[in-house]
Nanobody
Framework: VQLQASGGGLVQTGGSLRLACTAS?????IAWFRQRPGKEREFLAG????????YYADSLKGRFAISRDNAKNTVYLQMNSLQPEDTAVYYCAADRIVTKTLSYDYWGNGTLVTVSS
């Protein structure tokens, strides 16, 4: 499966962005990760192929929400109340099983999110 991430950009502190990850084929669990400057890549959120189960990193404190539109083979990450520390390259990944680890077989390109103070 091929993944295309989009929706990154420059936003002010407190603003919102919605990222999209479009898959070339259906029926994959999808997760979002990010890699901040000088930091390791970290799990943010994941959703099973059916959309019935969603998983989040505890650190997000409810600011981010994952959803999917299977008619479009697209998974979204709605990000609210963005802070400068959310500045990162955001990646989506696919696998049959959704986990909070980095063990995904397929990764998309990254999309850069910059939050200005």
């Amino acid at each position: 499966v091929q993944l295309q991430a989009s929706g990154g950009g420059l936003v002010q502190t407190g603003g919102s962005l919605r990222l999209a990850c479009t898959a070339s084929e259906p029926d994959w669990g999808i997760a979002w990760f990010r890699q901040r400057p000088g930091k390791e890549r970290e799990f943010l959120a994941g959703v099973t192929w059916s959309g019935e189960s969603k998983y989040y990193a505890d650190s997000l404190k409810g600011r981010f929400a994952i959803s999917r539109d299977n008619a479009k083979n697209t998974v979204y990450l709605q990000m609210n109340s963005l802070q400068p520390e959310d500045t990162a390259v955001y990646y989506c990944a696919a696998d049959r099983i959704v986990t909070k680890t980095l063990s995904y077989d397929y990764w998309g390109n990254g999309t850069l999110v910059t939050v200005s103070s």
